[in-house]
């Protein structure tokens, strides 16, 4: 029987449910705690609901114990089932595919592939159950199913004899798969593991789930599960034990069963006003209100460009060159005055500067500053096609017709803008039109080309030397070349043809104030450059091939948690600017950046300092700490080993405007959690520095003489705790969820100061962080399983997680996101919530559309954005 001290949550979901209180040990009921809402389904016994350690359990005097307690003779049977119910899924050896009704089917396609003379070999076994990756794993279950049939492994296995395997990997029994994972640890089948058969295994599940720094004090691990198991010194545990280990491992999170009925639930109570009765138009209204302002900028945008187009079409329309090219010249035309508005547009989305001032204004709120990149890439489509369409309307049609134009009629109507000398082909294409143009193509079409996401992030493999044209750097350096599109855009409109008088050609009047604008934004950039002297401080490489700077803050440099700056350094390239997040706090004495080296500029970045690092612990002026792969350089005194670097910013991003709402939740993607951990620690710092500070001299004073008035301060201040954690007053938000999702290990290293920081300073539980690492396979796979045990046994003594290495626990796989917005709707119904994401597209999807989904199935808002650089 389980121990009647181990509770088991119930889901709260139905108003008829019977009524228990919680009362203290003293018997005083706690009137800080509400009644809760309990449905007891038939697998659960009495002491499944036993309150925790401290508390009774007390019955209201209609509700009769018999009507909770199992009926005569089948407490047994109940038991196993609540059992099997809820443990059993913590120990499973295929994934749902494969354990389901269609799964043998799969599993014999595979069989007939694999086996040779109807057996399938211990090698194949992997592959042929889906665990291809995990080869020694699999052999292990294989040796255990054999052993337990008394089968020999070396000859293989029928068909009969695998579907006898896999009726039994996929019982969902508890007991069952219990004694198959037993017997996997179990080497010598003698029913008894030895503390060096757990380290075997535990060995083997790090490799398995790349956790180099646990496979590396596998011995330690091993040695804690045997004090756990076996308190006697026995020098063995058995399966019982075992069992109550992992029992002891239940979520207490319930089953998805149960979330998909409390959502369901959420649903039916949503007051009417928030529901809509049609799928269309719920849709269409959500998506206008999620993208409004996108969506009349935008609108504005292709509107002025139709109006341009019809007003210059209509234009050529009338004029004597349509009696010779007719339409063609109009098409040219209407697509040239697109491109002169467009190349004047281009410029804006990236002055930063300018963005910036403007997103603390009114305009902040009506326009979507945010998407300055997107609008850029837009207009930047816009362009490749209007010149297009100009050129191919000239080279095609356009001088076709004036080169077979009769002369008379020629020297009639176009005559005096060609010089009554009728143009050849050749000549045409020579002119100072026809050389600028076909010069502007080409390094359009070439700079346009490098800036595609496939050579921009060297997706596209080129062979020698051409790969060199593939990367940020090639990127970088082929659009500061469209400078010279400028200069070549502005002698093209000044020498064309049909348009003799100078104020009608009207091209440099859309590009000087934009000009004018950009040149101001690259003025400020060398001023802040010579004004912005920063010295690092400190140097710090990670894991995963990040790079840390620690950099001293400049007098002026003001900036919100969430923006970003750009740095160079002149030792790699003086002329390369790169934009990374502020992982510091502002009200940190120093500025940080974490790097990830992915590209050629941020790998040089990492060399150089590796280098400096290096020989500041040859100096001996500089402390060295080395974890596997980490090296830490800090020097106290000013040094020029370190590479010089400059900084430009601070520049506005999406997450700094995260303290107008209730709640946030941040989302990041490897080193995608840059963004957010300056904003962790800034709410961090304002809980710390929003603390009641009584000087004692006149505290005491006061006490004595307005015990009231000291009285009415404390309770306000504890109100104003209380709301703070729902509603926004204005100083920031309420609480804070952070996720952050990584494939390696190592990653934790990076920020592993700050979530210890998080975990012993958050008093009132204002930050909640969620760490997941996805190499590890997901919890309840028997790969993991050995994982979760010793995970839970250490966190149990001595709060450290062993995967993040911090105070922090560790989820296994992905998060599942749809429960994440389920249980923060149903936690702060009526709240805005703001959610911040920092990564691959991909997710980005994914976020978007659940955020948009709950915020017309729930009271719930929820706000998403993504930071773009």
Not at 121 to 150: H, T, V, W
Not at 161 to 187: A, C, G, P, Q
Not at 467 to 496: D, E, Q
Request: hydrophobic share 40%; charged share 20%; glycine share 6%.
């Amino acid at each position: 029987m389980e121990s009647p001290h181990q509770p088991v949550d119930v889901p709260e979901i139905d108003n008829s449910a019977h009524q228990l209180h919680a009362t203290s040990s003293h018997g005083e009921p706690d009137q800080s705690a509400p009644a809760q809402q309990l449905v007891l389904e038939p697998d659960v016994e009495l002491q499944d609901i036993t309150p925790k350690h401290g508390q009774h359990l007390v019955l209201e005097p209609d509700v009769k114990l018999q009507d909770i307690t199992p009926k005569p003779g089948t407490e047994k049977h109940q038991h196993r089932r609540t059992r099997g119910f809820i443990s059993g899924a913590q120990i499973k050896f295929l994934d749902k595919t494969l354990a389901g009704k269609g799964g043998w089917h799969t599993i014999e396609k595979r069989f007939e592939k694999s086996a040779v003379g109807g057996r399938l070999q211990k090698e194949n076994f992997g592959p042929c159950i889906g665990m291809a990756d995990s080869k020694e794993f699999s052999g292990k279950l294989y040796d255990a199913l054999a052993r337990r049939r008394n089968l020999d492994p070396a000859s293989g296995v029928t068909k009969e004899e695998l579907n006898e395997f896999w009726k039994e990997m996929t019982d969902k029994n508890f007991d069952s798969r219990l004694r198959i994972f037993f017997d996997m640890v179990d080497n010598n089948g003698d029913g008894q593991l030895t503390e060096d058969e757990v380290k075997e295994v535990i060995i083997l599940s790090a490799a398995t789930n790349k956790l180099s720094k646990l496979k590396a004090h596998a011995a330690t691990y091993a040695a804690l599960v045997m004090k756990e198991l076996d308190p006697y010194n026995h020098g063995y545990i058995e399966i019982s034990q075992l069992e109550t280990l992992i029992q002891g491992l239940v979520s207490s999170q319930g089953s998805e069963r149960t979330f998909r009925r409390s959502h369901g639930l959420a649903k039916s109570m949503m007051p009417k006003i928030y529901k809509r009765d049609n799928k269309f138009v719920r849709r269409a209204t959500d998506f206008m209100y999620e993208n409004w302002k996108r969506i009349w900028v935008l609108s504005l945008w292709i509107i002025v460009n139709l109006a341009l187009a019809a007003w210059k079409f209509e234009q050529y329309r009338r004029r004597s060159a349509f009696q010779v090219m007719g339409y063609c010249v109009c098409i040219a035309k209407a697509a040239a005055e697109t491109l002169k508005l467009n190349m004047a547009l281009i410029l804006i989305p990236v002055c930063r500067n300018t963005l910036t001032r403007l997103r603390k204004t009114a305009l902040g709120s009506i326009f979507p500053f945010d998407d300055n990149i997107n609008f850029h890439k837009i207009i930047a489509t816009a362009i490749a096609i209007g010149a297009a369409v100009h050129t191919l309307a000239h080279v095609t049609c356009d001088f076709p017709r004036l080169i077979t134009c009769p002369k008379p009629k020629f020297m009639t109507t176009l005559g005096p803008y060609f010089d009554y000398k009728q143009p050849t082909y050749p000549s045409l294409l020579a002119s100072i039109p026809g050389v600028t143009g076909i010069l502007m193509i080409i390094i359009m079409a070439f700079s346009f080309t490098l800036a595609t996401h496939s050579f921009r992030r060297s997706v596209v493999k080129l062979p020698s030397p051409l790969h060199n044209l593939a990367g940020f750097n090639s990127f970088w350096y082929a659009h500061h070349l469209l400078a010279l599109v400028y200069i070549l855009l502005v002698l093209h409109s000044y020498f064309i043809f049909l348009t003799k008088k100078w104020y009608k050609r009207t091209t440099w009047m859309y590009l000087t104030i934009p000009i004018l604008f950009y040149a101001c934004e690259r003025l400020t950039r060398k001023i802040r450059e010579n004004n912005f002297r920063v010295d690092v401080i400190k140097a710090a490489i990670y894991p995963g091939n990040v790079l840390s700077i620690h950099m001293t803050k400049p007098p002026g440099f003001e900036y919100h948690s969430g923006m970003y700056l750009f740095i160079k350094c002149p030792d790699i390239s003086p002329f390369e600017w790169h934009p990374f997040s502020i992982t510091s706090a502002p009200g940190d004495d120093y500025l940080s950046v974490h790097i990830r080296s992915l590209g050629d500029w941020t790998t040089a970045l990492r060399n150089c300092f590796g280098k400096a690092c290096e020989a500041e612990v040859k100096s001996k002026k500089a402390n060295l700490v080395r974890l596997e792969t980490t090296i830490v350089a800090d020097i106290e005194l000013q040094d020029t080993r370190f590479p010089k670097i400059f900084i430009d910013g601070p520049y506005g991003a999406p997450a700094q405007d995260y303290k107008k709402y209730d709640i946030l939740l941040l989302v990041g993607l490897g080193i995608g959690a840059t963004p957010f951990i300056s904003i962790l620690r800034d709410i961090l710092n304002n809980t710390q520095s929003n603390k009641v500070n009584f000087q004692p001299k006149w505290f005491w004073k006061l006490l004595l003489h307005e015990p009231a008035f000291i009285t009415s301060i404390l309770m306000q201040e504890m109100e104003s705790k209380t709301s703070q954690n729902e509603t926004n007053n204005g100083d920031g938000p309420g609480r804070a969820y952070f996720y952050w999702v990584t494939r390696e290990q190592g990653s934790f290293e990076w920020f592993k100061g700050v979530m210890n920081e998080v975990a012993e300073s958050d008093h009132n539980n204002i930050i909640e962080m969620h760490n997941y690492l996805t190499s590890v396979y997901e919890e309840g796979d028997v790969r993991s399983a050995i994982i979760a045990m010793v995970q839970s046994l250490q966190y149990a003594k001595s709060g450290i997680d062993i995967v993040s290495g911090s105070q922090i626990r560790t989820h296994f796989a992905r998060p599942n996101w749809r429960k994440v917005f389920s249980n923060l709707a149903s936690t702060h119904k009526a709240c805005s919530i703001g959610v911040f994401y920092c990564g691959p597209s991909n997710l980005a999807k994914q976020l978007r559309d659940l955020s948009m989904e709950f915020s017309h199935d729930t009271t719930t808002r929820f706000d998403f954005h993504k930071e773009n650089f």
